[in-house]
Structures are given as structure tokens and as C-alpha cells.
């Protein structure tokens, strides 16, 4: 036997693990690109483009401050301030910073941008914001300096 059959009998088993380790490489890369695939300017775009006006950060911050008839305002879990962290009005748990400015995660995950924005206006104001007030929201977040 030579060596090159023996390298070639030794290796073959080891073909297919090189292939599952190309393969979950390739899956954690594409989970990678799922969890950070737009940008707060993209959301902006997006729900600017959908109300078919742009979003106004005045507007915004009264949106995002006010009570809509019910008990609680964006504030309430964000806080005044969406450029420092927040805190849950009933668990008490932290919330990383809204403003974009402050946090490079915010906006960052559409799946994660839509889940939350339907929650919490069922939460505040018992009805989906509407693409304008989203537009709204963005725009003042964006706004924000540290
Ligand atoms: C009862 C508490 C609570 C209220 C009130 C609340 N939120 Fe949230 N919000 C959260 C929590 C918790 C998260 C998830 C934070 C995390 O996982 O990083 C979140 C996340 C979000 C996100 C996702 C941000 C991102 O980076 O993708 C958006 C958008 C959002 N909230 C919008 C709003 C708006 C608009 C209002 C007011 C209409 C509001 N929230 C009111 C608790 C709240």
C-alpha cells in the first residue's frame, strides 16, 4: 500500500464532518445576516414610504410620550429618555436604549422591529400603530443624540 491510498483511507471518514462543519459555518453565518438585516434608516424608509409621507420627529415624541386613553405611554417602558436604558412598567427589566444613537442593535432585526411595535401599541393604544405613526417614532428616535 502507498502512501497516498493510505492518506485517502484514513482521510475519507473525515469528509463528511468537514462537510458538517462547512455546513453549520454556513448556518450560523446566515442566522448572522438574519439577526441584523436593516437599519433604523431603512425602517424609516420603509414605514415613510408605506404612509406615503415622511416621518416627522416632532410628531414623534409626542406619540412615542403620550398616554393614548389607557394607562400607559411608550415612556412608560422606554422611558423619557430613549438615548439611556429603559425599564418594563410591570417586570421591572432593563430595556436597552431605543435611539439608535445610543444603541447599534436598535432597528437592526425586521422580525424583531415588527413583533415589538405590534405588542407594545396593542399594549398602549389597544390597536396597531399605524405606518405613519411608526414613520413618526423612527424619525424622532433617529433624532436622538447621546
Ligand atoms: C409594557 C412595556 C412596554 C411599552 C409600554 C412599550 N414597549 Fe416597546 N418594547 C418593550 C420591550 C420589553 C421591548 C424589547 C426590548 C429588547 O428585547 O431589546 C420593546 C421593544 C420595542 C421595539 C423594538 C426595537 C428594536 O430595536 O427592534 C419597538 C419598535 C418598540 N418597542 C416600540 C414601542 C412603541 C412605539 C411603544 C409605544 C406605543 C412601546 N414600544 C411601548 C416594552 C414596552
Known sequence: MNFTSL?????????PMAWIAAGAGLTL???AAQAADTSA???LERWSAQAGA????DRGHVFFSGRHGGEWSCTSC???SPTTPGKHASTGKAIDPMAPA???????DTAKVDKWFRRNCNDVLKRECSAGEKADVLAYLISLKP
Open 29 to 31: 453565518l446566515s442566522v
Open 78 to 80: 422606554h422611558g423619557n
Open 41 to 43: 434608516a431603512q425602517q
Open 7 to 15: 492518506f485517502a483511507m484514513r482521510c475519507r471518514p473525515l469528509l
Open 54 to 57: 415622511a416621518g416627522r420627529a
Open 102 to 108: 445610543a444603541n447599534p442593535k436598535a432597528f437592526t
